[in-house]
């Protein structure tokens, strides 16, 4: 599966063999039994540029999965060997990483000797990355809907409304819907489904919404904000230190009072790593420990 995958990506068979450091007849060979063993051409010999047929794409990714699942399992026979070491891989996005840092600090001082690698990836895309077993644990703010894998709640936060300290509604507390019309509102251009809900609900109150200008990251519609440049709505412990230092005001809009779950996912009947148990350890004694929006709230 190796030399199939090196011919695949490589695009030629002499590139593969110069990567694999073999030869030629070698890489040809091992294709042949291989295609053999299938009873399908993986590749169309008459191009040079090693193209895959449909059976070839349909074992490629297969091939990929095979390939993760023999590191997960040498992963985990190396740590029953030594506990101490181990690596944990975690799907995050910009947002749900910031959920992660203060369980990360509880769970470094308790395995030190733990690589960890947070991925960013695209909510949407953290259950499949999850089955293809590219990443152990992910962060998500939506419940999975697949079979496959467990989610558990671990914090409750919500969107709050923020503009500059300096505009005419930063004093108001309390907004009505029906007061943002004439507001430009700068967005986050990821689309989600609380993205979705804020424009469903402006579109129900018949209130204009005026996203003129749409940027990739929190940090950079917080600073935009802050230039007096419009309003945003954005998770609560994304703009907790902006609002404390004075640099956001925020105020509560009562039809946009959305409340975000944040979960650890993974895969159900997957044996976790040592690594992954430990941290799913660490983040309930942490949620008992710190209480208030933390928890450990496995989903029904």
Avoid: W
């Avoid at 992660?100 to 470094?108: E, S, T």
């Amino acid at each position: 599966m190796e030399t199939f995958l090196a011919v695949a990506r490589e695009g030629s068979f002499s590139k593969a063999a110069k990567k694999l450091y073999r030869t030629q007849p070698a890489i040809s060979q091992t294709i042949r039994k291989l295609e053999e063993e299938i009873g399908e051409a993986l590749f169309d010999r008459s191009s040079r540029e090693g193209l895959l047929t449909d059976a070839g794409k349909v074992l490629e990714e297969y091939a990929q999965r095979l390939l993760n699942m023999r590191t997960e399992a040498l992963a985990a026979v190396g740590e029953l060997r030594q506990l101490e070491r181990g690596h944990l891989s975690i799907g995050a996005n910009e947002v749900t990483c910031l959920y992660l840092l203060p369980m990360l600090d509880k769970f470094r001082d308790r395995c030190p000797m733990v690589s960890i690698a947070v991925q960013r990836s695209l909510a949407s895309h953290i259950p499949e990355e999850l089955m293809n077993r590219s990443i152990e644990l992910g962060l998500i703010t939506y419940k999975v809907d697949q079979p496959e894998l467990r989610s558990v709640v671990i914090y409750r936060d919500e969107l709050v409304f923020v503009m500059p300290p300096t505009h005419p509604l930063a004093g108001a507390g309390q907004l009505s819907i029906t007061q943002l019309g004439a507001e430009v509102f700068v967005a986050h251009n990821v689309p989600s489904p609380y993205r979705a809900k804020v424009i469903d609900t402006f579109k129900h109150k018949n209130v204009p919404l005026h996203m003129h200008v749409e940027l990739p990251t929190v940090e950079a519609i917080k600073k935009f904000v802050a230039r007096e440049r419009g309003l945003a709505l954005l998770p609560g412990i994304s703009v907790e230190d902006e609002i404390a230092r004075g640099e956001l005001a925020s105020a509560k809009v009562k039809e946009l009072a959305f409340e975000r779950k944040v979960r650890i996912v993974y895969r159900r009947n997957s044996a976790l790593s040592h690594a992954a148990r430990a941290f799913l350890d660490v983040a309930e004694s942490f949620s008992k420990q710190k209480g208030g929006r933390y928890m450990f709230q496995p989903d029904r």
